[in-house]
């Protein structure tokens, strides 16, 4: 791996699985939502979430959540047994999450539900969101397999099949299959973290009927001062259901967002967003479960341009 | 194409009459560090393979939806570690 801490814009080369013309944009990093047709939008709380009836987060209202102490307390049980080996889960304390059935509106319906085929034909689940008529983001592991062990895997993603705002066995906007895929070489050539993102390229404009999030470079104050807002598909619901949960920032570096925000694994790829005069904005692509905070890849300048190319 | 080997678990997945369970989720949901929050499908003859970043003790979960979920903590080595998986019914 080449030092990339001298020249990290190396990572943000765009790389395709077909050949493109597309060429690299630039300039604002504010780029607006669109709620698609008939969007039947929900409503948002003035604390930047979704108002979802009858959910109320079970820690209480933001301003009123407890903020963990930063000192590790050892569990009662190690008195008795000893230190246990590291096992917190992605789904820290209570599970959180709340199922949404709803997916047939905006911006419920913005979120996919994906089957990624890997090239020796074993098969994944993951998440995506819509950014554009024919784009779709999602974690750079969805899309292109890095350092499996398995022989004939590591390569892109042969077939994605992505099914926006599916509810178990409804799909409100059918299936479209691609493998038209994006990423960037920090993940093809090197697998680093920090650069696991990507998207998926439909050969139809069904975004354009489900709508899709806007994004936005914002700044680590911003960040730690927002709300951020997470939904996908994860694997220990019943198959293909979306969950929501929200919280607070934890931390932020310069190309990671960190959060204690539930997932689980299917949940790669989930828009990490704001709610900003009534938009969704990605701030982040969740890609990471962790034992104290779960993690995406910040929306830096680099990742924002590359999303602006991808949904050109 | 093919880069750094990482450590991997496989294994079958099959139902209590010994048949094949197709199209389980397999998934990490704990490990010594933090973990691509993917979830691997059983193939037609129930088998699955997925890597972890590194050697260390992994809590994994198996659901499929008809049956209770499933739940293991596997010590996984350099050579990996394979796993039988009997799913119940609910």
Not at chain 1, 61 to 68: A, G, I, K, R, Y
């Amino acid at each position: 791996m080449p030092d990339e801490t001298s020249n990290p814009v190396l990572g943000h080369v765009s790389v395709a699985s077909q050949p493109t013309d597309e060429i690299p944009a630039g300039g604002e990093f504010l780029e607006p939502p669109e709620e698609g047709e008939n969007p039947q939008t929900t409503d948002v709380t003035s604390e930047g979430t979704e108002a979802v009836e009858g959910y109320e987060h079970p820690k209480g209202p933001l301003s009123e959540l407890f903020t963990p102490p930063t000192i590790q307390f050892p569990d009662i049980g190690e008195a008795s047994f000893g230190p246990p080996p590291p096992m917190a889960e992605s789904v820290h304390g209570p599970d959180d999450r709340i199922q949404i059935t709803s997916t047939s509106v905006y911006p419920w319906r913005v979120h996919c539900s994906l089957l990624i085929t890997a090239a020796d034909g074993s098969r994944w689940i993951g998440t995506g969101w819509f950014i554009g008529p024919r784009t779709v983001m999602t974690a750079g592991h969805v899309v292109y397999i890095k350092n499996s062990g398995v022989p004939g895997r590591d390569c892109w993603a042969t077939r994605v099949d992505v099914m926006p705002g599916r509810n178990g066995a409804q799909l409100p906007f059918g299936s479209v299959t691609s493998s038209n895929l994006r990423s960037v070489t920090g993940w093809t050539a090197w697998g680093d973290q920090n650069y696991d993102y990507g998207a998926i390229l439909l050969p139809t404009d069904l975004g354009s009927r489900t709508g899709w999030f806007g994004f936005g470079v914002y700044s680590d104050a911003d960040l730690l001062g927002s709300t951020l807002n997470v939904a996908g598909y994860p694997g220990d619901k019943p198959a293909g259901t979306l969950w929501y949960h929200w919280n607070r920032a934890a931390s932020v570096n310069s190309r990671k967002v960190y959060y204690d925000i539930d997932t689980m694994g299917g949940q790669s790829g989930s828009s990490v967003y704001r709610i900003m005069s009534g938009g969704r904005y990605g701030a982040a692509i969740h890609a990471y479960g962790g034992a104290t905070t779960n993690s995406g890849t910040r929306v830096s300048s680099p990742v924002a341009n590359n999303m602006l190319a991808w949904k050109a | 194409m093919e880069g750094l080997s990482r450590p991997l678990v496989s294994g079958v997945v099959r139902d209590n009459r010994g048949e094949a369970v197709t199209d389980a989720r397999l998934f990490i949901v704990a490990g010594p560090e933090p973990w691509p929050d993917v979830a691997a499908l059983s193939d037609e003859a129930g088998r699955f393979s997925l890597s972890v970043l590194s050697t260390g003790t992994y809590k994994l979960q198996c659901m499929a939806d008809g049956f209770a979920p499933w739940e293991t903590v596997v010590d996984v080595q350099e050579a990996g570690a394979a796993l039988e998986i009997e799913l119940q019914g609910r």
